[in-house]
């Protein structure tokens, strides 16, 4: 058996994870169309996989022990509530984080055993560089980038894509929500 595995991100227009300024969450784009969507694909079962620097984030933002009481949106809850492993080679378990599990060693090694091993889909949401590196490998079955409606050429950070091989991508399926924001979903395939 092998599991799918869906590197999953969010991005502007030119290919920013995230920006500084007032943007706010979601570049402040969001709507219930987007939120109801995301709730769908995380009610799905699956299992989580995070890079050390992302599970840090989440974890400052999102832990019970972060002193936030409300998680916000009913997608990221069910985010925070699937199971979930971290590959590092640096984090020690037990994290603050329900049901993660530390997994030492290589990304690529890592991901795919898990891959072979998993009676569920796993999904990546974050986690750039580990997952451009599981891209290369050829590890990544599906690509879904939500872009929202917005350049942030002067405020980005977090290129999604720096850094990262080329690759051809095949749309396997796309959709407009809240009339402006593109999720696509695409199945890459190095180039050359």
């Given at each position: 058996?092998?599991?799918?595995?869906?590197?999953?991100?969010?991005s502007?227009?030119?290919?920013?994870?995230?920006?500084?300024?007032?943007?706010?969450?979601?570049?402040?784009?969001?709507?219930?169309?987007?939120?109801?969507?995301?709730?769908?694909?995380?009610?799905?079962?699956?299992?989580?996989?995070?890079?050390?620097?992302?599970?840090?984030?989440?974890i400052?933002?999102?832990?019970?022990?972060?002193?936030?009481?409300?998680?916000?949106?009913?997608?990221?809850?069910?985010?925070?509530?699937?199971?979930?492993?971290?590959?590092?080679?640096?984090?020690?378990?037990?994290?603050?984080?329900?049901?993660?599990?530390?997994?030492?060693g290589?990304?690529?090694?890592?991901?795919?055993?898990?891959?072979?091993?998993?009676?569920?889909?796993?999904?990546?949401?974050?986690?750039?560089?580990?997952?451009?590196?599981?891209?290369?490998?050829?590890?990544?079955?599906?690509?879904?980038?939500?872009?929202?409606?917005?350049?942030?050429?002067?405020?980005?950070?977090?290129?999604?894509?720096?850094?990262?091989?080329?690759?051809?991508?095949?749309?396997?399926?796309?959709?407009?929500?809240?009339?402006?924001?593109?999720?696509?979903?695409?199945?890459?395939?190095l180039h050359?």
């Open positions: 058996m092998t599991a799918t595995y869906t590197f999953d991100v969010f502007s227009l030119d290919g920013f994870g995230t920006a500084t300024g007032d943007w706010g969450g979601y570049w402040g784009k969001q709507g219930p169309e987007l939120l109801d969507r995301r709730l769908a694909i995380y009610r799905e079962q699956q299992r989580m996989v995070f890079g050390p620097k992302t599970i840090r984030d989440f400052q933002m999102l832990a019970p022990s972060s002193g936030v009481t409300e998680v916000g949106d009913p997608w990221v809850v069910h985010m925070v509530k699937t199971p979930a492993f971290v590959v590092s080679s640096t984090l020690e378990g037990p994290l603050d984080w329900p049901d993660a599990t530390v997994i030492r290589d990304a690529i090694d890592v991901v795919a055993r898990l891959k072979e091993e998993s009676d569920v889909p796993l999904r990546s949401h974050g986690s750039l560089s580990m997952n451009r590196a599981l891209m290369a490998a050829g590890l990544v079955d599906y690509l879904q980038v939500t872009i929202f409606p917005v350049i942030t050429g002067r405020t980005g950070t977090g290129p999604i894509f720096e850094g990262a091989a080329d690759f051809d991508l095949e749309l396997i399926e796309q959709r407009t929500l809240d009339h402006n924001t593109q999720e696509l979903i695409y199945r890459p395939t050359g």
